[in-house]
């Protein structure tokens, strides 16, 4: 089983970053996939998350900004992020939530400068 994100970088305050999450060797439904960020010296949150039913939550520090969408057939999930702020710098992580099982992917780094 692999997560493997993409899309992180370095941009500046107000500017858009559009993150996916490639899940692979999964053989059962992913019920949920979510994006969850850690910044320095703070724990990781829940940024947001979707079911494969399509019904989502969000942080409220994403409310308004972010929007999470999955393609099911592909196992992939998306994060567009807007209006980013310096205090959106993070690494943002992939979860892949099964009936038994979660997993995690790398991680990717999105940093939020002028």
């Known amino acids: 089983v692999q997560l493997v994100e993409s899309g992180g970088g370095l941009v500046q305050p107000g500017g858009s970053l559009r993150l996916s999450c490639a899940a692979s060797?999964?053989?059962?439904?992913?019920?949920?996939m979510g994006w969850y960020r850690q910044a320095p010296g703070k724990q990781r949150e829940l940024v947001a998350r979707?079911?494969?039913?399509?019904?989502?939550n969000y942080a409220d520090s994403a409310k308004g900004r972010f929007t999470i969408s999955r393609d099911n057939a592909k196992n992939t999930v998306y994060l567009q992020m807007s209006i980013l702020k310096p205090e959106d710098t993070a690494i943002y992580y992939c979860?892949?939530?099964?009936?038994?099982?979660?997993?995690w992917g790398q991680g990717t780094q999105v940093t939020v400068s002028s």
């Open positions: 060797g999964i053989t059962s439904s992913i019920y949920v």
């Open positions: 979860k892949a939530q099964l009936a038994v099982q979660n997993y």
């Open positions: 979707i079911t494969d039913g399509g019904r989502t």
